[in-house]
């Protein structure tokens, strides 16, 4: 079993940043594969990044690339999502999850492990 702790979120004016912390319980947590997801009221989860195991195969949502950046320290079991840039569109809760299978995925149902999710909020 795996636990994940999201914390960083907040109030933020459209251009500024936060940096999104998601600490992992577990010995395993260097073999997951880590996400980030968000959601806002009425619509589904959609993905907004991904990150291997080894940190060497990342990928983005278009509507985030080039603003957002996710990252992993394995010794700290803690993956990172550093938002530059932010819009009010990007307003949500977020989320971390962990996939056991290790392979970057996007598809939020193959995820295995959750955490409660961080609300974000992009004043303008």
């Known amino acids: 079993q795996v636990q994940l702790v999201e914390s960083g979120g907040g109030l933020v004016q459209a251009g500024g940043s936060l940096r999104l912390s998601c600490a992992a319980s577990g010995r395993t947590f260097s073999s997951y594969a880590m996400g980030w997801f968000r959601q806002t009221p009425g619509k589904e989860r959609e993905f907004v990044s991904v990150?291997?195991?080894?940190?060497?195969?990342?990928y983005y949502a278009d509507s985030v690339k080039g603003r957002f950046t996710i990252s992993r320290d394995n010794a700290k079991n803690t993956v990172y999502l550093q938002m530059n840039s932010l819009k009010p569109e990007d307003t949500a809760v977020y989320y971390c999850?962990?996939?056991?299978?290790?392979?970057?995925?996007?598809?939020?149902?193959?995820?295995?492990?959750w955490g409660q999710g961080t609300r974000v909020t992009v004043s303008s």
């Open positions: 999850a962990a996939d056991k299978s290790g392979v970057p995925r996007t598809i939020a149902r193959v995820y295995d492990y």
């Open positions: 990150i291997s195991w080894s940190g060497a195969t990342t």
